[in-house]
Nanobody, 125 residues
């Protein structure tokens, strides 16, 4: 499964971006999906994850209320809406996927089988 992220870019602090994750030649309907990010010199960290049904989600406390993960069922993609971006948010944002059913979601990067190339998010102060 080839994952493709889009929507990254440069935004001012306090601004918003919407990232999209899609899969070539198929949809992500039967996949649990996660968004992760990695800044230079830092470990990869989870941003938000969602179950294949879309009814179970998780985000770390530091991102709750600012980052929202959702599914676009019409397009078979997974979105990450990022509001109130801060100077500490710049990173390469990756989406990841694994086949999964029901309400399970996965918060560890090692639990995912497929990864995109990432999309860069830059925040100017």
């Amino acid at each position: 499964v080839l994952l493709v992220e889009s929507g990254g870019g440069l935004v001012q602090a306090g601004g918003s971006l919407r990232l999209s994750c899609g899969a070539s030649e198929r949809t992500l309907i039967n996949y649990a999906v996660g968004w992760f990010r990695q800044a230079p010199g830092k470990e990869r960290e989870v941003v938000a994850v969602i179950s294949s049904r879309g009814n179970s989600k998780y985000s770390p406390d530091s991102m709750k209320g600012r980052f929202t993960i959702s599914r676009d069922y019409a397009k078979g993609t997974v979105l990450l809406l990022m509001n109130s971006l801060k100077p500490e948010d710049p990173a390469l944002y990756y989406c990841a996927a694994r086949l999964a059913s029901g309400t399970y979601y996965y918060t560890e990067s090692s639990e995912y089988d497929y990864w995109g190339q990432g999309t860069q998010v830059t925040v100017s102060s």
